[in-house]
């Protein structure tokens, strides 16, 4: 078995994407109609309400989920099979129209969004293992498609039973979405559908974070490192604390080193080195009353005097202009009664029975 801990990290979804890369203005649409209406992905009228094709209404489905945007859960009646969704409180924070950026036209609300789908938290794995292979267990050389293919294929199994495998194409197919959601220079594919309208509408190419060399079958690819310009130091030491909160719930400290370099850390989800790390958050931390990086027998590491979870998200909300502090903003727990299926055990107990699990149940009861 593998040492990767990819077991604890991810959920074994592959090929979930229908080969569809996340697209302009479609998480801001799902989020709206999900709010609204939790069976939203299952109707009819689906992509009519959506404006996209029935395969990129399952492709919206997945990427809300993966970003953690929406979580899905049983619907209240038993009788309904489906899950249905509902909009995480970070969705809201994010992506209302009042909320810190709807439409995504700050590009560190992109680099904030690629932490969160490579990021394992209390409310959810990844969603994306192939994602997370390559960007946390994948060696940092340049490599074909085949290649990460090959990388993905080999931890998936070293990790997990025979009978979990996916198959081989589903994990090409992610390779191949990867490839179209990150890269800035690809090549256009006129037999792939979709392949020239991918090449407009990715977002996340705007973080190049992925270059190609070459053409055709012995095209290579590598990921880009360094200092990340558009990358806001709000944000990345909002990944740093967020990370450092799984291993210290309280005030505490955690080495630079491992902030770049451990698999799942802000370091590897960036492709940042620990003396670019360092460089892009030492202004804010010495700035911030509750953050310093202090240094002990030659090795840097960052302290936190308040709860690092807390203490992320007061920077990343002051960052984007206090969202949580204007009128009628919700508190997470408000959020929750507003939609309860986000508390996964209210969900279960609240769930209305059918008819004849009512019966079963009452004679159950009687011959007690």
């Given at each position: ?95 209302d129209e009042d909320g810190a950026d709807p439409y995504l036209e700050d590009t560190g609300s992109l680099w ?233 055990d209210a969900s279960k107990r609240g769930r209305k029975k059918l008819p004849q699990q009512v019966e079963v ?8």
């Amino acid at each position: 078995m593998s040492d990767s801990r990819l077991r604890e990290a991810v959920e074994l979804s592959f090929g979930r994407h229908e080969t569809f890369a996340p697209r302009f203005g479609w998480l801001h649409k799902a989020y709206m109609q999900v709010k609204n209406d939790s069976e939203i992905f299952h109707r009819e009228d689906a992509p009519v309400l959506l404006g996209v094709g029935k395969n990129m209404v399952y492709s919206m489905r997945h990427w809300s989920k993966a970003f953690k945007l929406t979580q899905e859960h049983p619907h209240e009646d038993a009788s309904y099979r489906a899950h249905v969704a509902s909009p995480t409180w970070r969705a809201r924070w994010l992506l209302d129209e009042d909320g810190a950026d709807p439409y995504l036209e700050d590009t560190g609300s992109l680099w904030l969004l690629h932490w969160w789908l490579l990021s394992t938290d209390a409310e959810a794995k990844c969603w994306v293992p192939s994602w997370y292979v390559i960007f946390n267990l994948a060696p940092r050389s340049r490599v074909t498609s085949a290649e990460m293919t090959s990388v993905i294929t080999r931890h998936v199994h070293e990790s997990f039973e025979e009978k979990d495998w996916p198959a081989s194409e589903s994990i090409s197919r992610d390779v191949e979405c990867l490839i179209k959601m990150y890269a800035l220079d690809q090549e256009f594919n006129p037999l792939s559908p979709g392949s020239f309208e991918d090449l407009l509408m990715s977002p996340f190419r705007e973080l190049g974070l992925l270059e190609g060399q070459g053409k055709g079958r012995d095209r290579t690819w590598r990921f880009t490192s360094g200092s990340r310009s558009n990358l806001p130091a709000p944000v990345l030491t909002y990944a740093c604390l967020d990370y450092a909160s799984r291993f210290s719930p309280n005030a505490g400290s955690i080495s630079l080193a491992r902030l770049a370099e451990d698999p799942g850390s802000p370091g590897r989800a960036f492709r940042m080195r620990e003396p670019e790390l360092t460089k892009a958050i030492e202004l804010l931390v010495g700035n911030h009353p509750d953050l310093q990086i202090v240094e002990a027998l030659g090795q840097r590491s960052l302290t936190f005097s308040k709860a690092p979870q807390a203490l992320a998200w007061d920077i990343l909300d002051a960052h984007y202009g206090r969202v949580r502090e204007r009128e009628g903003f919700p508190t997470p727990q408000e959020w929750i009664k507003k939609y309860p299926g986000l508390d996964g055990d209210a969900s279960k107990r609240g769930r209305k029975k059918l008819p004849q699990q009512v019966e079963v149940l009452d004679l159950i009861k009687e011959n007690a």
